[in-house]
Structure formats: structure tokens, C-alpha cells
């Protein structure tokens, strides 16, 4: 096989050739962004002065450490999204075979769904969500 | 399947009773009903009345063996709820919480004792656990219960990793997540047995993984930080009903597998049985505080159930039944009446048989059944473990260690009643002790007779 | 040697070498995009096995989901690489003697296996990692165990609730 065939070959059959654009867009996106910050690494003038390497934070002068614990909010956010996001991964594979599986599969996932929002309505209901207390 | 619909569905009950109702009473009394409504359904699928079927597509058989297991762990949790409710209302804000969660245990519980498959025995177990470190970690602020938590997650995940790897090995190895227990083992030229590498490692690591959720020793480091960090109420359950869950999928993963594992099989377990007995009843004699003293009993209560993993023979799962309600119902007693007391040390039970006599019998019977003193359930489990083990033809020497350390366990118990009885001093009661209370303790205290005298009424459950 | 080898062999080296530079960073944040670069090389192997599914759900999950979740966590633990604790140099050793033993132990496995010899993976090809494959298992032969995982679901949902909530 040739390699420039393999782009017109990728939409007819799922292989791993189907990747060989995404690939090639990884490397061109990687490749651009270090060519570009090396050129300009060299390229570009330097003026090494204290003011000038401290680090950009708006004009105003930086104070303390940027790791400061985040409110316990964020956390319960967060872990209910992987929740939900999990749940939402479910559905590419049920969608792909909508038609064939037919009523059982529309029950299986109608089954799946329906406990995921009875834990959905329990969240809101216990406010999980209120970001104000 | 009725038990697993019926639990997860109290647990979604149980969610929403903490919104319906504010009051902590009502949603204690609504988790005992689900409990009954879970038993009654559980009891039509045993006596095949009605069930709901489901095509699991052989991932899960449903089994006398599991089945009655399930009746009696549902049971020990009614009686745990009943004896210890006012302690779940009081660990924390979040009370429907914690009974929904429980029943998710319970739910996990259930897949544990029908798995079919490598799959569903990791969903229960996972089912289980998750459950688990977040009942550790309810009472929030505490540091010690923070810290056990965690301990007990990044130990337990890690446990779980151990586990996924053996079944991606055996799973290498058959092509299928199904446990062949009656596949017939391929003998070499040799005469040794011809099993495949991959699966013989996958089984040794799928061993490690629930030595480590049963906490037999050398797996068993989390056990007494763990079970002395959580709140007592909850480490109530988890060294009840949980252990036993653990076991059953212990037995139930190596029953059939023990012929691929040679005869090294035997030797493991036999190192693993001691190393649990010595470590377990060793420690515990050293112990300041009674919970703790009691979570290094519990290990040494798992080297004797380690005993039916060894002759997995129908007699070792009679007497794994057994054993798991005598020690369950034991265990449950003792802390419901320790975490009715304001400290966790020895002293606080001095004088208890003065004070509060109906309360120190009942611990005075359930510590003597621990113990497996004759006339109390205790006895006719150790008996039962050892019988088979004898009957397999296990080693004379095994025997009398195992003789031995229980010789040994009551050494620790015993200072328990010796406090109650023969010291003086009064003991310091945290919460009311009500009358129901004391009746409670007190008909546990005949269960746990009646089992030492006629242990046929659990076995004939298994029967009938 | 063909280009799937190839790639194979550098995602190989790829994940190995982030998944150790994952364990010495003394920085965790660093330890996390370390982590991030093993999940993308893992991924490139689903691809390579033709499981297309399974290394897209690997970046979307894992790399996307649970990665920010760690890294929630360590700026809510506010750990410095100062705050570290020294771990004793015997403590150190023993986890690397008792981890070299299992990895011996599992390459002499590997090695020895019957049922591996002589025996490659399917690189390339196989449908079974396809989404529509996968759909079908799941949704007929494995539909128990699906809906089963929503209990384990719930409870994560509860356990949130019970620790994260005030």
C-alpha cells in the first residue's frame, strides 16, 4: 500500500490506518509549536532585565504561592462530572447499534439512564450543586 | 436475583428517605422494613416461590449455598440495625446515607455469593468495597477516621489493581471470564499438572487480593488501623456481614481451581492459616483497647475460616455458614454494647456485671462464643472448620496449632468478663441503655446459646 | 521491520519512560502530566490493537476526567515537594526488591508460558475493539453486568454527597 493512498483508503474501512491523518496532525501540531518557539527563541531579541523575567501577572507585582488549597466545591464538581461523563461514554457504543438491538437495548440503556437520574435528582436535591451556601 | 434488584432498590429508598423525612428515628425504622422486605424476597427465591429471572447468560448461579448466605447476612444486619440504630443516627449528619450505603453492601454482598464469572466477582467486590471506605470515613471530623479511610482506599485500590491484573492473566490464559469448576485438569507426562502459567499466576494473584480483603496475614496490615479508626458502629458491620461476604467469594473463586494450583496450594494456605492465627491472637493478647483487641480478634477469626478455603469440601461450606453467624452474631453483640460505652479501653467495662447484669451476661456469652467454648455457636464452628479439615486429611500439626491459638484467644476474651465481673469501678454509658436494649442483648445471647446447642438449625437451612 | 513495529516500539519506550519519570518527579504536579503523556501512549497501543473505542474513552475519561480530578487533589492537599516526607532509604530498598521480584517473576512468566509462544498480538487487525462490536457485547452478552456497575455508580454518587458535602 501506498502511504498518500492511505489517506483516501481511511473512510472505507475502520483500520488503523484511520489514524494516519490524526497522526500526522499530532505531529504537524507538535512540530509547529516547537519550531515556532525555538525560531522565536532565537530569533528574537533579549533583553534580560529583573523586571523583565519575573513572571506576567497583569502588570501587578506577584505575591505568595499560586498553590493555594481550592475550596472542597470544585472537588464535588469535579467528581460528579467524571460520574456523568462516564455515564455519557456509554452511549457512543448504544447509538452505533441503535437500530439492531432494537426494544431490549432501548430497555437496557432506558434501565441504565433512569438510575443515573434518580442519583442526579438526589444531587440537586441535596443541593451538590448550590455553589452559594 | 431478587436479593441484588431488591437491595440495590432499598439503597435508592434509603437515598430518599434522607429528603423525604428530616427525622433520624423514621428513616432507622424505614431501613429496618427494607431490611425485612429484603429478606422475605430473598426467602421466595431460597424456597423458589417467585423470583425475578433475569438472562445473566451463566454470570451469575444462584445456589442454595449463596442463597442462604445472603438470608443470614441479611439477617446479622437486621440485628445489627436493631441493636446498634441509635449509634448510625448518631455517627453523623448524613443517616440515610449511611443505610443506603449499607445496602449497597448489601447489594455487593449478594453478587459476591452467586458470581458465575471473574467479571461479576469483580463488580461486587468493587460494589463492596466502595461503599465501605466512605462508611470509614463518615465521621469527618475526625482524624483518625480520615486517616483510616485513606489508608484503607489506597491500600484497598491497590488490592483491587492486584486483583484485575489475576483476572487479566487468567483471562489471558481461558479466553473467558468463566470459573471452570468442574474442568477437568490436563495431567503432564510427568504426572504434575499441565495448567497454564498465566492462569496458575493469575489465581496466586487473585489470591493475594482477597487474602488482602479478608485480611489474612501477611495481607492483613490495614486491619487494625482501619477497624480501630472507623466509627465503632461501622466497624461493626465491616468485620461481620463484609468479612463473611469475603469469604464466600473466596471459597466460591477457588473451589474448583485448587487442582490447577498443585500441590503448592496446600502449603500457601497452610503458611497463610498459621501466620493469621499467630499474628491474629498474638497481637491481640497485647491490646489496650477493646476495639482494637477485637480487630486483631477478627483476624484471628479469619485464620479458623481460612480453614474452609483449605478443604473446600461440603462440610467446610456448612461450616463456613456457621461460622460466619456465630462469629457474626457475636462480634455484632459485643460492639453494640462497647459503643454504648464512652471509651474503647478495657477499664470501662469494670463493674459492668454489677450495674447492668442483663447487658454483661449477654457479652459474657457472646465473648465466650468467640472464644468457641462449648455450648455456645462458637464451639460447633471451630469444630466444624477443623472436622473438615481432618476429613481432608489435612495435617495433625495444623490441628493443633489451630487448638492451640484458640487456647490462646481465650486468654484476651476473658479479660473482657474478668473486667465485667471481677473488677470494681462503674462503668462510664454514653448513650441510654434502654430496656429493648437489654432485650435485645439478651435474646442474641439465646440465639447464640441455642446455636451451640442444635447448630443443625442453620445447617438445615441449607438443606430445606 | 514494518511501521506498525515501529510505532509499537516507541510507544513502548514512551510509556515506560513517562511511567518512571511519573514515580521520581518530586514535583506531583509534574508527576501528573507525566501521568497524562502514559495515558496517550497507552492509547496509541488501543489504536494500534484496532480497539479504537477503548482509546478514545482512555483520553476522554482518564486523561481528560480523572486527570483534572488529580490535580484537583493535590492543590486541595497543597502538597509542596519541601512538604514530601523522607521515606527511609531501607524502606525504599524494600520496595524495590520486592517489585523487581514480581517483575521477575512476571517476565520469567511471559516468557515460560505455553499459550504465548510463538504467538503475536493482533496488531491491526480483529473487529472486536470496534465500536460497534463493543456496542453489541455490551448491550446483549454483558447487559447484567452493565446495569449492575449503576449500583457502583449510585454509591459514588452517595459517597460524594457524604464527604464532600459540609
Known amino acids: 500500500m501506498n502511504w498518500p493512498f492511505l489517506l483516501l483508503d481511511a473512510a472505507d474501512n475502520n483500520s ?22 525555538g525560531v522565536s527563541q532565537l530569533l528574537g531579541p533579549k533583553r534580560k532585565t529583573a523586571d523583565k523575567l519575573e513572571t506576567f501577572a497583569s502588570g501587578i507585582e506577584n505575591h505568595g504561592d499560586a498553590r493555594q488549597p481550592v475550596a472542597i466545591k470544585y472537588f464535588l ?28 437495548g432501548f430497555g437496557a440503556v432506558l434501565m441504565f439512564v433512569s438510575f443515573f437520574l434518580i442519583g442526579f435528582i438526589y444531587i440537586i436535591k441535596k443541593g451538590a450543586l448550590k455553589w452559594e451556601d | 436475583m431478587n436479593a441484588i434488584i431488591f437491595s440495590a432498590l432499598a439503597g435508592v429508598v434509603m437515598m430518599y428517605s434522607g429528603i423525604i423525612t428530616s427525622k433520624k428515628t423514621v428513616i432507622k425504622y424505614i431501613a429496618a422494613i ?35 448466605f445472603n438470608t443470614l447476612a441479611f439477617t446479622a444486619t437486621l440485628i445489627y440495625v436493631l441493636l446498634s440504630g441509635k449509634e448510625i443516627e448518631n455517627a453523623g449528619v448524613n443517616v440515610a446515607e449511611y443505610f443506603a450505603l449499607i445496602f449497597f453492601v ?16 469483580f463488580l461486587g467486590i468493587e460494589i463492596l468495597t466502595i461503599p465501605l471506605y466512605i462508611l470509614t470515613a463518615s465521621d469527618k471530623r475526625n482524624l483518625r477516621s480520615n486517616e483510616a479511610s485513606l ?24 479466553g473467558s471470564f468463566a470459573l471452570h469448576t468442574n474442568a477437568p485438569v490436563a495431567l503432564s507426562a510427568t504426572g504434575g499438572i499441565k495448567a497454564s502459567f498465566l492462569e496458575v499466576a493469575g489465581m496466586i494473584l487473585m489470591f493475594v487480593s482477597m487474602a488482602f480483603k479478608v485480611s489474612a496475614a501477611p495481607f492483613h496490615f490495614w486491619t487494625p488501623d482501619v477497624y480501630d479508626g472507623a466509627p465503632g458502629v461501622f466497624t461493626s458491620f465491616m468485620a461481620t456481614v463484609v468479612k463473611a461476604a469475603g469469604f464466600i467469594a473466596f471459597i466460591r473463586l477457588f473451589e474448583g481451581h485448587t487442582a490447577i494450583l498443585g500441590p ?11 501466620a493469621t492465627l499467630l499474628i491474629g491472637n498474638v497481637t491481640a493478647v497485647f491490646q489496650q483497647s477493646v476495639k482494637r483487641m477485637l480487630s486483631y480478634s477478627s483476624i484471628a477469626q479469619a485464620g479458623f475460616m481460612l480453614f474452609a478455603l483449605y478443604s473446600s469440601n461440603d462440610m467446610a461450606k456448612e461450616g463456613l455458614l456457621l461460622y460466619s453467624v456465630a462469629y457474626s452474631l457475636a462480634t455484632i453483640g459485643i460492639f453494640a454494647v462497647l459503643i454504648k460505652l464512652k471509651d474503647y479501653a478495657f477499664d470501662d467495662f469494670n463493674g459492668l ?14 465473648l465466650l462464643s468467640l472464644a468457641g467454648i462449648p455450648l455456645t455457636g462458637g464451639f460447633f464452628a471451630k469444630y466444624y472448620m477443623l472436622a473438615s479439615m481432618v476429613k481432608e486429611g489435612g495435617p495433625l500439626w495444623l490441628l493443633i496449632v489451630a487448638v492451640l491459638f484458640a487456647a490462646v484467644s481465650v486468654y484476651y476474651y476473658f479479660r473482657v468478663i474478668q473486667a465485667m465481673y471481677f473488677k470494681e469501678g462503674t462503668p462510664s454509658v454514653q448513650t441510654e441503655i434502654t430496656s429493648g436494649f437489654k432485650a435485645g442483648m439478651v435474646l442474641l445471647a439465646i440465639l447464640i446459646i441455642l446455636l451451640g446447642i442444635a447448630p443443625s438449625l442453620v445447617l438445615n437451612l441449607f438443606y430445606f | 521491520m514494518s511501521t506498525i513495529q515501529i510505532l509499537f516500539f516507541f510507544l513502548t519506550a514512551l510509556a515506560l519512560f513517562s511511567a518512571i519519570m511519573v514515580l521520581v518527579s518530586k514535583n506531583p504536579v509534574h508527576s501528573v502530566l507525566w501521568l497524562i503523556v502514559v ?7 488501543y489504536v494500534l490493537l484496532n480497539a479504537q473505542f477503548l482509546a478514545i474513552v482512555n483520553l476522554i475519561v482518564y486523561a481528560g476526567a480523572i486527570m483534572v480530578l488529580f490535580l484537583f487533589v493535590i492543590m486541595l492537599m497543597n502538597l509542596n515537594s519541601e512538604a514530601e516526607p523522607r521515606k527511609h532509604i531501607w524502606m525504599k530498598m524494600a520496595g524495590v526488591i520486592s517489585g523487581g521480584c514480581f517483575l521477575m517473576v512476571l517476565v520469567s512468566l511471559v516468557r515460560q508460558a505455553t499459550d504465548m509462544q510463538q504467538r503475536t498480538a493482533l496488531m491491526g487487525s480483529g473487529n472486536v475493539g470496534l465500536i460497534k462490536n463493543l456496542g453489541k457485547a455490551l448491550f446483549s452478552d454483558y447487559v447484567v453486568p452493565f446495569e449492575i456497575s449503576s449500583v457502583l455508580f449510585l454509591s459514588a454518587m452517595v459517597g460524594a454527597i457524604v464527604i464532600g458535602k459540609k
Not at chain 1, 29 to 35: N, R
Not at chain 2, 106 to 121: K, R
Not at chain 2, 264 to 274: E, G, H, N, Q
Not at chain 2, 353 to 366: N, S
Open chain 1, 16 to 37: 488503523v490506518a484511520n489514524y494516519f491523518p490524526i497522526g500526522i496532525q499530532l505531529i504537524f501540531a507538535a512540530g509547529f509549536v516547537a519550531t515556532m518557539i
Open chain 1, 77 to 104: 464538581v469535579a467528581i460528579l462530572f467524571v460520574l456523568f461523563d462516564v455515564e455519557v461514554i456509554f452511549f457512543y457504543p448504544y447509538a452505533v447499534n441503535f437500530r439492531e438491538l432494537g426494544w431490549s
Open chain 2, 34 to 68: 427494607a431490611l425485612v422486605v429484603l429478606i422475605a424476597a430473598n426467602l421466595l427465591q431460597v424456597y423458589g416461590i417467585w423470583q425475578i429471572s433475569v438472562d445473566t447468560r451463566d454470570m451469575l448461579s444462584f445456589e442454595k449455598f449463596g442463597l442462604v
Open chain 2, 106 to 121: 448489601l447489594c455487593g454482598v449478594s453478587i459476591l455469593s452467586s458470581f458465575n464469572g471473574l467479571l461479576m466477582m
Open chain 2, 151 to 174: 489508608k484503607y482506599f489506597l491500600m484497598g485500590s491497590f488490592s483491587t489493581g492486584i486483583m484485575l491484573m489475576g483476572i487479566a492473566l487468567v483471562y489471558g490464559a481461558t
Open chain 2, 264 to 274: 503448592t496450594w496446600k502449603i500457601l494456605l497452610a503458611f497463610v492459616i498459621v
Open chain 2, 353 to 366: 456485671g454489677k450495674t447492668h447484669p442483663a447487658l454483661a451476661f449477654a457479652t459474657t456469652v457472646c
Open chain 3, 39 to 45: 495515558f496517550f501512549a497507552i492509547s496509541g497501543h
